[in-house]
């Protein structure tokens, strides 16, 4: 099956920095997300993004398909971007989703 | 209201003993999932469905069974067949025949003692 990583597996902020999360994968895919979870366990829906850059507010995302890799960028973090950043990707005919290991991201204030 | 619910969001049982966790939507999505995470993991996929009467066997289906008698509702049993069942799980959903985006409840963490 097709094969997700994510990079870095673990980051640590100073509030107001930049980030670059990476997910790279193994071969074309119908679909892409990125899910933030919050510390509380919920999972919660950032961008679907199979191709092309999308942006909602300080976070924006590219998938480059063609190079099977896609970015999540955060601006100006703040302490409530803390939390688990998973890429999940579907290929093929399959309607399930593999996930990436996620990335394990820490702001401090 | 729309939205996934997942209940209890706790839940503490005895070695041997079955146990069932309800997840709920009313989205009118097709498909749901349930996904096992432990401490500093990712998801596992247990077991989905993509219509109702329907289920299919994930990643790690083994010790689990789950039922889908109705749109809204896929319950998932775990058993004392399970030799670790101390985990998160979470329930998720996504619309087939739209972009098949999912959407995830707010999990139940299981103990076992």
């Known amino acids: 099956g097709i094969q997700v990583e994510q990079s870095p597996p673990d980051l640590i902020l100073q509030e107001g920095a930049n980030s670059t999360l990476r997910c790279n994968f193994s071969?074309?895919?119908?679909?892409l997300q990125w899910f933030h979870q919050n510390p509380w366990g919920q999972l919660i829906n950032l961008f679907y993004?199979?191709?092309g850059t999308k942006q909602n507010g300080r976070l924006s995302a590219t998938t480059v398909a063609t190079e099977r890799y896609s970015l999540l960028y955060i601006s100006s973090s703040q302490t409530t971007d803390s939390g688990v950043y998973f890429c999940?990707?579907?290929?093929?005919?399959?309607?399930?989703?593999?996930f990436g290991r996620g990335t394990s991201l820490i702001v401090h204030p | 209201d729309g939205g996934i619910t997942q209940s209890p969001k706790y839940l503490f049982r005895k070695e041997g003993q079955n146990v069932t966790l309800s997840c709920e939507q009313n989205?009118?999505?097709?498909?749901m999932y349930w996904y096992r995470q432990d401490p500093g993991q990712g998801l596992r996929l247990i077991y989905y469905s993509q219509i109702v009467n329907d289920f299919q066997k994930g990643d790690i289906a083994e010790g689990y069974s789950v039922s889908r008698e109705k749109k809204e509702s896929f319950p998932l049993t775990v058993t004392s067949a399970q030799k670790n069942p101390t985990a998160f799980y979470l329930c998720?959903?996504?619309?087939?025949?739209?972009?098949?985006?999912?959407?995830f409840g707010p999990g139940t963490r299981l103990t076992v003692l």
């Open positions: 993004i199979p191709s």
């Open positions: 999940a990707v579907e290929s093929g005919g399959s309607y399930i989703p593999t």
């Open positions: 998720a959903t996504s619309d087939s025949s739209s972009y098949n985006e999912q959407f």
């Open positions: 071969d074309s895919v119908n679909n």
């Open positions: 989205l009118n999505h097709d498909a």
